[in-house]
């Protein structure tokens, strides 16, 4: 990877307005912050978009403060799962500024469906972090309204959720909910392993012949599981959208700034009526693909590495400290308020009580069960068998 | 009260037609069943009455179909989803199993996906391959999901708008080869003051061994009980319209005052809703019976060449020996 152009400065204000592609040495690349901490003041994505930024210092630092907070919370979600406070987490480590970049993209009015790793955009959406942990702990399986949180629930199946998202994006145009600022757009999340599925190039196709008001959004971290992309893929997954009909671009998964403006930029054409499109973010899985899995049996330390010095957060503090927009005492508050989320996320967690037993027969139907209420009230008196005995 | 003379199919056919009359939110969708009405024109003018918006023709990809209804449930809408024959579901049945059938227990509640996937079943019209399969047992084993069927128009008038108007999700069986026998049908009776959908009926009172049908082997079975009369010997007809649950009270009590009992359906026997109906008549009625519960199925092969369909679908005298059998034990 190139450096940042010296030639360009790293802020927009101070900036001489500059466009440009490759600013990476990777024409396909969209990056508006590189690695040494850089800023781009503008890249021309590979259809001839052009993309920038333009935000406050105190935007700035509250992108650096999501980017902590969801890397903190999460560490200590790996933390609760080797104590055995859950059954399992999947974390985002090293994928921070794809889910803070294009969460925050979101307008209050979108709707996102994510895999079971977006924790970073369930944060960036308001929401709070101890939603998902249920599952995780295995005291329930999501239980969450969808619509309330305009959030769905994970989905594990790898890539059934695209078609769900394409549905509902099918429904807004239904409604005419697009054609306006007002207008919705929707969000699907997948990896590079999903590209595979049938059901994500089945949404490809939905979305593409219904104009569906949608961003597939496919965190290519790399690896599925084990898999690298080669076994997945043999051209830039991005250029996949042009066989679809559709634009594809790739963004810096590790920029959060470019992972933001690319999924404005796509939203924005959607909700407008410019139907869907395909973002590939370019990232990383620093760990492992949940805590179940051992990485170093596929892949090595070296790789890690060259990733390290990618790292979304570290450029992001590097950018902020270059240009003085942040100072000690404020990336130490953000820490003490990451410590502080963190401890109260873990205190709850383990208030998280078990569920009755009997509630496993609840909401199988909205309408219920002759056969599921006869299995709930034996069970009951099965239960009510053992009252009084010593066993 | 209004009765008309429709076909099975016909009657689907105005059971949607009101559907989408009564509620904005139902949609259509699947694989050519706009312009051309359907494969088997079930959905015939519909698109032109209701807009492509609300009979919409998809992309040919099943796990699409239901894929996108499930967005499209979540977003509000009431999708009513045909799969185009009983052999092509499979592709879509991840979606099915796995997604529509746990958003509400998943949810807590919170999240219905009211849909109904409408799915023409069984054989009987000299098809090719992969179009004369009864898949009801796949999803009748599935927690979360309802499985119905309909044996004559008037259910099929009332059922599929039951079926569209409940929040559960539910696959509806429509026995294909049905789809043109003709029956009365009241068109302008409420739907609320028809039965329940989970409701089995009795098609035909009898008094001296029940069988129990369901889709097109209820036709089957009632030519059975007619032949059987003659012969001097009454046979009760139920058909069980709702397979999953299953509603056995009517059987139950017949079996009790018949003592015999023969489960009749097309798909194989082995795993099937005959071995579950036996089971539960064996728990429920153990000392009434007077012979085992006898199955008359498909055989537990593959579906045959339509050629040899005829031999391997139950018919009139396959159920007359089994029944035959239960006064022989």
């Keep these: 990877m190139a450096k940042g152009d010296p030639g360009v400065s790293t802020r927009g204000r101070r900036a001489v307005p500059r466009s440009r592609k490759g600013a990476t040495g990777d024409p396909e690349l969209v990056q508006l912050l590189t690695p040494e901490g850089e800023r781009i003041e503008s890249v021309t994505g590979p259809d001839g978009t052009e993309y920038r930024v333009d935000f406050t210092d105190e935007e700035y630092r509250s992108f650096y403060r999501d980017l902590v907070l969801v890397r903190k919370l999460d560490a200590e979600a790996t933390a609760l799962q080797r104590q055995g406070e859950l059954g399992l987490w999947a974390s985002l480590l090293g994928q921070e500024a794809a889910q803070v970049g294009s969460g925050r993209a979101l307008r209050t009015q979108d709707m996102a469906f994510p895999t079971y790793r977006e924790h970073g955009v369930l944060y960036c959406r308001g929401i709070d972090p101890i939603m998902p942990l249920g599952l995780f702990r295995g005291v329930d399986q999501g239980g969450w309204d969808p619509n309330e949180f305009k959030f769905n629930m994970y989905t594990i199946v790898i890539g059934a959720q695209t078609l769900h998202a394409t549905g509902y994006a099918m429904g807004i145009n239904m409604d005419g909910k697009t054609g306006t600022d007002e207008g919705e757009a929707v969000i699907a999340y997948f990896g590079d392993g999903a590209t595979s599925q049938g059901d994500v190039n089945e949404s490809f196709v939905w979305a593409s012949v219904f104009n569906a008001p949608m961003v597939f959004f496919c965190q290519n971290n790399q690896y599925a599981i084990s898999e690298p992309l080669e076994r997945q893929t043999r051209i830039p997954l991005y250029r996949r959208a042009a066989g679809f009909g559709f634009p594809g671009v790739r963004v810096d998964g590790n920029d959060v700034l470019a992972s933001y403006a690319v999924t404005r930029h796509a939203l924005d054409n959607a909700r407008h009526g410019q139907g869907p499109s395909l973002i590939e973010a370019y990232t990383y899985r620093m760990g492992a693909h949940t805590t179940s899995d051992d990485p170093t049996r596929y892949r090595i330390a070296s790789e890690v590495e060259a990733w390290q010095a990618k790292d979304p957060i570290a450029r992001m503090k590097a950018f902020l400290v270059k240009q003085k927009i942040a100072d000690d005492d404020f990336f130490a508050e953000v820490d003490e308020q990451a410590k502080r989320e963190s401890v109260h996320l873990r205190e709850r967690v383990l208030e998280m009580p078990n569920p009755e037993p009997s509630s496993m027969f609840d909401h199988v139907y909205p309408n219920g069960s002759p056969l599921v209420d006869q299995q709930r009230a034996q069970f009951k008196q099965y239960l009510e068998s053992f009252e009084g005995s010593a066993h | ?329």
């Excluded at chain 2, 579901?89 to 991840?94: E, K, L, R, T």
């Excluded at chain 2, 796995?98 to 054989?123: C, D, N």
Aim: one cysteine or more.
């Design chain 2, 1 to 329: 009260m209004a009765t008309e003379t429709l076909t099975l199919g016909k009657a689907l056919n105005a059971g949607m037609r009101k559907a989408l009359e009564n509620d904005p939110k139902v949609v259509i969708m699947g694989e050519d069943v706009g312009k051309l009405g359907g494969v088997f024109r079930i959905t015939d003018g519909l698109q032109k009455d209701f807009g492509d918006q609300r009979v919409i023709d998809t992309p040919l990809a099943e796990s699409g179909i239901i894929g996108t209804a499930v967005g499209l449930a979540i977003r509000g809408y009431r999708p009513v989803c045909e799969i185009q024959f009983d052999g092509f579901v499979y592709p879509a049945y991840d979606q099915i199993v796995s997604q529509v059938a746990k958003m509400h227990y998943r949810s807590r509640g919170k999240l219905k996906i009211p849909m109904v996937i409408r799915i023409p079943f069984g054989g009987g019209i000299g098809a090719v391959e992969h179009h004369s399969e009864s898949p009801e047992a796949y999803f009748s084993h599935t927690p979360g999901l309802k499985v119905a069927t309909c044996a004559n128009p008037q259910d099929a008038y009332v059922m599929i708008q039951q079926a569209i108007a409940s929040d559960d999700p539910i696959v509806f069986l429509e026995p294909k080869r049905r789809y043109w026998e003709k029956g009365p049908v009241e068109v302008d009776q409420p739907l609320p003051e028809a039965y329940p959908l989970q409701a089995a009926r009795v098609a035909r009172p009898g008094t001296d061994a029940t069988l129990i049908a369901y889709g097109p082997m209820v036709r089957t079975c009632l030519d059975a009980a007619t032949a059987a009369a003659e012969d001097g010997r009454e046979l009760e007809v139920i058909d069980l319209r709702t397979l999953a649950p299953l509603d056995l009270g009517q059987v139950y009590e017949s079996v009790r005052r018949t003592g015999r009992a023969v489960v009749v359906h097309e798909a194989p026997s082995n795993i099937g809703l005959g071995a579950e109906v036996a089971a539960r008549i064996t728990e429920e009625c153990f000392y009434s019976l007077e012979s085992p519960v006898l199955r008359v199925t498909g055989f537990d092969i593959p579906y045959p060449a339509s050629r040899v369909e005829e031999e391997y679908l139950p018919d009139l005298d396959r159920v007359l020996d089994a029944v035959d059998r239960t006064f022989g034990w």
